[in-house]
């Protein structure tokens, strides 16, 4: 019976209907008051037309079959009147509904390795997937595929979709992170599940494994009826957003996200013989101070082989100096040995250090490598890279400020004794302070807004609590081309007296990570604790310490703030690092931001709520206040071109390409006064450029290549790459007749192939941090046992429009064919 009712009312996916309201009527015509008496007024007008016609159109037959007529055709104009009044059913139902079970399946690259396995790993696939029929080995995506087309009986797909699940199965893949695809579920117009067809859907193109991005997409489609997640992968991840994260906040991780358990299928090799090598640098290198380049090799299956490390530099740009001679060509450079160091292989994993003093500033790449061993089975990952900027002198840091406070006083005091900064790259412009002071002074500046070749030399701004009115228009509109146009970082600490609704309607509003409003107050009615946010775990500036337990311990030194300055909202492109514990912004559920970040253009903004961050020298002095603002300096400071050499810029898009793609080399350009060349004043259309490319084994050749102008201040070129090898290109200057060069590589091996084993660990933890259970090919036929298909169950209050429901059409189709029926019988025309 309770069926037949829900299919009556068009619900057939109810358990049971346990409330009925009373039907009302929906339409807006009927809405008011009045509504109720034109039903009314119809449903009479309905029975009295009916009425009329048979009674007074209608001669023949008896009165009382007549009158019979005139009902049911009353009844029916009647139930037409109401179908236009749009009847509603308010029902409280119950709901069931088959769980979802999301299936994932690995499409990179790195599922078209073929691992070479030990006996004991190929007895136990044999005894769960059939083996190859040939010699070869088969690739992971080959082993996925026979797994999914073994009998009914043992297949595990087909069996999760017997025990009740509703089984959705995707394709992870993607160029430059991960994407799901969603595969058919059969290849017929039906609905049921076939594994054959979707094993046939199974690729391995995709270029990275990010497996962050992969669970974000596949949380953003979930629905409540998730019930779990399964993931077929080598689980190789390297690229984008770690899927869990940081321990301490693994929280806000990608796989929490899913809101449901993880189930690892691991496919690919646990051992390979493979060597493996990872070079660390010092954030921080400058000319002529010692430091050290870490090594640290990772190795499988090589105990005790002896192994070859040697380190190189070579410069990227920058001046001239012993070390690097260009060659008759001009256009490769020398080598600089860093060390070469032999040694042996013990334990997984060991590091070498280089000791190291700079002789040179400018940007240089730093390469480490190891010849390949016997019987290595990737090769690719024997060698690291990194770029680092060398600086000759200092960093550049210009403080923006009305008068002195204590945030501007022990700001000055760190950097003053910071190796990079120093006494020299500190300079301040302080508008209460005595003009002759200001012009005596060499800490000061005398003018807010200096010689644009002087201002752009800065690498890093701040801006502190000011009047809106001491800003120009001309210093506004510098600090936007600093940030935008040549990558500077840009720092804005609020102050109680004026605050950042100061810079409302200025040039410098739409830079800044927050929303403001002119004459906003600061708040100060009660003492608070700053909250760390999960984004502040990506910065490192936002790390005080070496573990969680240090890190809460320094931001807790900062005690119970006594104020901030609130905003009205977050900018869309920011990120909060640091958060109010109980204040939100306008729209009443986003936290007031204390530290935020945002990117603009090519450089980054930070804003600060507050300038009492020098409460972090409590009972430690400046150890956690100099690593804050030292790495937020860092960040903003180191990250681009420093100095002057923000005038001329050579970059590529990516330092590694694949054969047959296209690089794209971008020059920003500018003359002495950085003013964009190509301008009016500078009709320049291309630059001059020398391109070394691979010409077969061991060699290479050159040609010159014009860069043509994109807009002013960027000149752009796409360089085809037609072989594997290393490509260099070096552009002119025509400012300073010097050059500078950028270096990528191109390869035949994707990222895919640097690891030649699976990420069991990962695999593990990723089950185990979502409640999920590990498996592998061999034991995935016990995933569908261990699981148990419990229908989703809802109880919602639902309002059912009435007039579309079957039972409405019955009625309706009973009344039409009743009547025509009965005038049958009564031999009416």
Not at 187 to 208: C, F, K, M, W, Y
Not at 431 to 454: C, G, I, Q, W
Not at 683 to 696: F, M
Request: charged share 25%.
């Amino acid at each position: 019976m309770q069926q037949v009712l829900s299919w009556l009312l068009g619900l057939p996916d109810a358990a049971s209907i346990d409330a009925v309201a009373a039907p009302r009527l929906a339409a807006p015509w009927v809405a008011d008051r009045s509504g109720p008496f034109w039903i009314f007024l119809g449903v009479a007008a309905a029975v009295l037309l009916a009425i009329a016609f048979y009674s007074l159109g209608q001669r023949k037959g008896s009165l009382p079959a007549r009158l019979g007529l005139a009902a049911f055709r009353a009844v029916l104009l009647a139930l037409l009147l109401v179908t236009l009044a749009e009847p509603v059913l308010q029902l409280v139902l119950t709901s069931e509904s088959s769980p979802l079970l999301y299936v994932l399946f690995d499409g990179t690259e790195s599922m078209d390795l073929r691992d070479e396995l030990t006996a004991e790993a190929q007895s136990r696939l044999a005894a769960a997937v059939p083996p190859p029929s040939g010699d070869e080995p088969r690739s992971r995506l080959e082993w996925v595929q026979a797994s999914l087309r073994t009998g009914e009986g043992d297949n595990w797909l087909a069996r999760l979709e017997q025990k009740g699940y509703r089984v959705e199965p995707y394709l992870f893949e993607g160029n430059s992170t991960s994407q799901l695809r969603k595969l058919q579920r059969t290849s017929d117009r039906g609905d049921e599940l076939s594994p054959d067809h979707i094993a046939e859907q199974l690729t391995n193109t995709g270029q990275v494994t990010a497996l962050g991005a992969m669970l974000d997409d596949a949380a953003a489609q979930a629905n409540r009826n998730l019930a779990g997640v399964i993931v077929v992968s080598d689980f190789q991840h390297n690229s984008g957003a770690a899927p869990l994260g940081l321990e301490e906040r693994r929280q806000a991780a990608p796989a929490l996200r899913v809101a449901a358990p993880i189930h690892t299928v691991g496919v690919g090799a646990l051992q390979a013989i493979d060597l493996a090598i990872d070079l660390q640098t010092n954030p921080k290198m400058k000319r002529a101070e010692r430091t050290t380049l870490f090594v640290k090799l990772r190795q499988t299956g090589l105990e005790g082989q002896d192994v070859n490390v040697r380190v190189v530099g070579r410069r990227l740009s920058g001046g001239q100096g012993s070390g690097v001679r260009g060659q008759e060509s001009g256009v490769t450079v020398d080598e600089i040995v860093v060390g070469d160091k032999n040694g042996r292989l013990e334990g997984p994993v060991q590091q070498v250090e280089f000791p190291y003093t700079p002789e040179e500033a400018g940007r240089f790449e730093f390469i480490a490598e190891a010849l390949p061993l016997s019987g290595e089975s990737v090769e690719q990952n024997n060698r690291s890279s990194r770029e680092m900027n060398i600086i000759d002198d200092y960093l550049r840091l210009m403080y923006v400020a009305y008068e002195p406070d204590w945030e501007w006083r022990f700001i000055k005091e760190v950097f003053h004794r910071d190796k990079l900064v120093g006494m020299e790259g500190f300079r301040t412009y302080l508008a209460s302070s005595d003009p002759r002071v200001r012009e005596s002074n060499v800490l000061f500046l005398p003018t807010l807004t200096p010689a644009r070749s002087e201002f752009f030399a800065n690498d890093v701004v701040f801006l502190g609590d000011v009047p809106g009115g001491m800003l120009g228009d001309r210093f506004c509109e510098m600090v936007k081309q600093f940030v935008g146009v040549f990558g500077g970082g840009l720092v804005v600490i609020s102050g109680p007296r004026f605050g950042p609704g100061e810079l409302a309607g200025s040039p410098l509003e739409e830079m800044l990570p927050v929303l403001v409003e002119r004459g906003s107050k600061l708040r100060d009615s009660a003492e608070f604790r700053l909250t760390l946010t999960p984004q502040a775990e990506l910065y490192p500036f936002m790390t005080l310490g070496d573990d969680e337990a240090e890190n809460n311990r320094a931001w807790s030194l900062l005690g119970r703030l006594p104020w901030y300055q609130p905003v009205r909202g977050l900018h869309e492109q920011a990120e909060t690092l640091a958060a109010h514990p109980s204040d939100t912004v306008l729209d009443g559920r986003t936290p007031q931001p204390l530290i935020a970040i945002r990117k603009y253009g090519n450089g980054e903004v930070v804003y600060l709520a507050m300038n009492e961050t020098w409460r972090l020298r409590r009972m430690y002095g400046e150890k956690y206040y100099r690593r804050f603002w030292s790495q937020l300096i860092h960040r903003l400071g180191m990250s681009h071109a420093l100095g002057a050499e923000k005038r001329f810029v050579v970059r590529t898009d990516r330092r590694q390409y694949r054969a047959e793609e296209t690089a794209t080399l971008t020059v920003e350009a500018f003359d002495e006064n950085f003013e964009p060349l190509g301008g009016d004043d500078s009709p320049l259309t291309s630059l001059s450029a020398t391109l070394t490319l691979p010409d077969g084994p061991g060699g290479e050749s050159t040609r010159p290549i014009n860069v043509p102008l994109l807009r002013p201040g960027v000149y752009e070129a796409r360089i085809p790459l037609y072989a594997a090898g290393e490509y260099a290109v070096r552009v002119e200057d025509p400012i300073t007749d010097n050059a500078s060069e950028v270096r990528f590589e191109s390869t035949n091996v994707s990222a895919e192939r640097r690891r030649a084993i699976r990420d069991a660990a990962l695999q593990e933890e990723l089950a185990r941090a979502t409640g999920g259970r590990s498996y592998d090919l061999a034991t995935v036929s016990g995933l569908p046992d261990n699981l148990t298909a419990e229908p989703i169950v809802e109880t919602l209050t639902r309002n059912h429009p009435l007039w579309s429901t079957p039972i409405w059409f019955i009625a309706l189709m009973t009344l039409m064919l009743g009547e025509w029926w009965l005038r049958k019988m009564a031999r009416l025309a």
